[in-house]
């Protein structure tokens, strides 16, 4: 938990993002991050950002399943409880590919989404200082980190010639906490379209 | 960029009209904001009295026993496994929809594939009650996992039919609500960040997580969605496989067939399609959304009801036909003397009516777009398949090999029923209540293919596809060039 500062500029247009978020690096400052309402193709790559290895974490997940559930049926019928079932072979791996199949899903899909959600940071009760609130609606919010030396109007200036629709400097947190919504963001005040 | 990802304008727009981001965010929250309407409480008041009597039917079950069912002897399984199965099957559309479309690309999928999603929870729900209470004891249901027990341990038959069933429904429920839910989340951030109340803000703060929509966020989202979906992919298929496997494993004439897992499978994917189309085609015209869930999301899926309806057929009919091939007089006994004819040749006839013949008639286009024909047939499919379950289960069963071990004529009792008539109350006040306060269509989803997808794009790359090639080159360079020009003149 620390303040920060961070100079803000919105976008409505993913081509004038895309364009802005490559200036802004040229330019050598510190994207902190980019809100979009939805993924945009290509940010990442734009952005500098690695690519995830979620995807591995759910393999190896998986392969937990695979090997617990392998593991357990075989200890189960031919260690533990060995039952004669019309002289049929204890060892009986055809007949617990269904279960094996299962676990390694469930395992893999469980854990990924454990694991996506603790490396977002999300949680009931998450609360996260939100730029702009209409960064999950309709805008792409860029987000500056401006530390000591940054000169905060010339941010301001690169980002109104990017074509940013609105440009602020807002000071917040760049951690979570546990807090209210009602409590710590605006209601939305904008009229009902019908 | 926008010239690359061209789509041709052989395909219709799937999202209608000039729709902005924020046009999209309005259109599928205003149901949510609003207050609900009178028809809302009607079905929702129905669907919660359906609800109780199921809950009283299942009262009287467990408290005097599977003696309150009109199950005999030799037909063990009727209405109970019967409603199980079918339950199951409708339960299939929605991941097939957003897994397998997803891997397969179809775009359309985004305008349906959130409710397709939670009709598939809720079904696998309503699904579940039927083999729990059917066990009778049922506050014995526990002794079906394998937890250590001071009973040796003793563990279950991990060899059992019955037994994968129990892990491949629970995991199909659980992954399918981690799919459901994990989609969710940046939707009900768009409504907590829209919300005009303290307690919309609050209960929406609560179920989105803390989302904000950033890049990197989104990123592991994209990867989390696509893995779930190859990981749901070959899921969906194994649990009506495994359902089917229920009846193929056993020796009983009418179920000991190899071609169940395929056939079960089809069939699922035809039964879920229709009750997908039957919740669209109310929902769309009642929460307004004509312009996401166009006629050609529609069509589609009435193509894929017509496919999956002659894949069906193709079954019965390679039942009918193995079953004289094999020369085992119980097999024919049971196909010819028993099922197509018989008592309960009735239910058969209608059964291969409702899903092979009438579906039919989707060959012709004007059908397939007809709304209120989409409307009636989705419901015949969804009477042929319950049919088809029944076919399967009673019609193998009512008569054993030895004329002694004949069963007089099943027909359920009103508890029977009454449980039935339950899980339709469970299915739709849970959709009810989803379509009040979750969006029901996927906006981010939306949103990211409204550029691409929409009728505004179309209409320009309408032009563009008439243009002749060394036109459409110039076209582009041209563009590019303004571009590197603005960029330098930034610079400078």
Redesign the interface.
């Known amino acids: 938990m620390a303040l920060k500062k961070f100079a803000v500029g919105c976008f409505d247009e993913e081509g004038t993002l895309f364009h802005a978020v490559a200036r802004v690096r040229e330019a050598g400052y510190k994207i902190h991050d980019v809100y979009t309402p939805f993924p945009v193709h290509g940010l990442d790559k734009a952005m500098g950002l690695r690519d995830t290895s979620l995807h591995t974490a759910g393999f190896i997940y998986g392969l937990t399943g695979t090997t617990t559930a392998v593991t357990f049926m075989s200890w189960v019928f031919t260690k533990d409880w060995p039952v004669n079932i019309g002289g049929k072979p204890h060892f009986a791996l055809p007949a617990w590919i269904p279960i094996t199949f299962e676990l390694t899903v469930l395992m893999a899909a469980v854990g990924m989404v454990l694991t996506f959600c603790y490396i977002c940071q999300l949680a009931p009760f998450v609360k996260k200082h939100h730029f702009h609130p209409r960064a999950t609606d309709d805008l792409f919010v860029m987000v500056i980190e401006c530390g000591e030396k940054t000169d905060k109007v010339a941010v301001k200036a690169l980002l109104t010639d990017l074509h940013a629709t609105e440009v602020n400097t807002q000071v917040a947190e760049d951690g979570w906490w546990i807090g209210r919504y009602d409590k710590e963001q605006k209601l939305y005040h904008e009229p009902i379209v019908a | 960029?926008?010239l690359i990802k061209y789509e041709s304008q052989v395909r219709e727009p799937l999202i209608d009209g000039h729709k902005?981001?924020?046009?999209v965010?309005?259109d599928i929250c205003?149901t949510i904001?609003?207050k609900p309407t009178r028809l809302w409480y009607i079905g929702f008041y129905i669907s919660v009295a359906l609800l109780l009597f199921g809950v009283y039917a299942v009262y009287r079950e467990v408290t005097y026993g599977i003696g309150q069912w009109n199950l005999g002897r030799t037909v063990g399984w009727g209405w109970d496994i019967t409603n199980f199965v079918w339950w199951v099957g409708i339960g299939h559309a929605g991941t097939l929809i957003s897994a397998i479309l997803l891997l397969f690309r179809q775009r359309w999928r985004t305008g349906v594939n959130r409710a397709a999603e939670a009709m598939t929870i809720f079904a696998v729900m309503c699904a579940g009650q039927f083999p729990i209470f059917h066990m009778g004891r049922v506050w014995m249901a526990f002794f079906t996992l394998?937890y250590p027990n001071t009973r040796?341990?003793?563990?279950p038959?991990?060899?059992s039919?019955l037994?994968?069933d129990v892990?491949?429904i629970s995991?199909y429920f659980?992954?399918s609500l981690?799919?459901w839910y994990?989609g969710l989340?940046?939707d009900l951030?768009?409504i907590?960040?829209?919300?005009?109340?303290?307690?919309r803000?609050?209960l929406?703060?609560?179920?989105s997580?803390?989302?904000?929509?950033?890049?990197?966020?989104?990123?592991?989202?994209?990867?989390?969605s696509?893995?779930?979906a190859g990981?749901?992919t070959?899921?969906v298929l194994?649990v009506h496989t495994?359902v089917s496997?229920d009846f193929a494993t056993s020796i009983v004439p009418g179920w000991h067939t190899t071609i169940f897992p395929p056939y079960f499978v089809a069939g699922a994917i035809f039964s879920g399609f229709a009750m997908v189309q039957t919740l669209m085609l109310v929902m769309r015209k009642v929460m307004r959304l004509e312009a996401y869930i166009t006629v050609n999301h529609i069509e589609v899926m009435n193509k894929v009801i017509v496919l999956t309806g002659s894949i069906v057929g193709c079954a019965y009919l390679t039942e009918l036909f193995m079953a004289w091939y094999s020369m085992v007089p119980y097999e024919q006994d049971h196909f010819f003397k028993y099922r197509i004819a018989g008592p309960y040749g009735w239910s058969y006839w209608l059964m291969m009516t409702c899903n092979v013949i009438s579906p039919q008639l989707f060959w012709f286009k004007k059908l397939r777009r007809n709304i209120a024909f989409t409307f009636v047939m989705s419901i015949v499919v969804n009477i042929g398949m319950w049919f088809e379950r029944f076919v399967i289960i009673v019609t193998s069963v009512y008569r054993d090999y030895l004329p002694s071990a004949w069963s007089i004529y099943y027909r359920p009792s009103i508890w029977e029923i009454g449980f039935y008539l339950g899980t339709f109350g469970l299915f739709f006040t849970c959709f009810f209540l989803f379509a009040k306060y979750f969006p029901v269509i996927a906006?981010?989803?939306i949103?990211?293919v409204l550029?691409t997808s929409g009728q505004s794009y179309k209409e320009k790359m309408g032009g563009m596809e008439k243009l002749s090639a060394r036109a459409f080159h110039d076209n582009v360079h041209h563009g590019d060039e303004e571009h590197e020009t603005h960029?330098k003149v930034?610079h400078h």
């Not at chain 2, 902005?20 to 046009?23: M, S």
């Open positions: 960029m926008s902005t981001y924020h046009d965010t309005e205003h904001e609003a394998p040796g341990p003793l563990w038959n991990f060899n039919p037994m994968w892990f491949a995991t659980i992954v981690l799919f994990s989340i940046p951030a768009t907590r960040d829209r919300a005009r109340t303290k307690l803000k609050h929406y703060g609560i179920a997580f803390g989302w904000t929509g950033s890049t990197k966020h989104w990123q592991r989202h994209e990867s989390l696509l893995v779930l990981l749901s070959p899921l194994s495994i496997f906006i981010a989803e949103k990211h550029k960029v930034a």
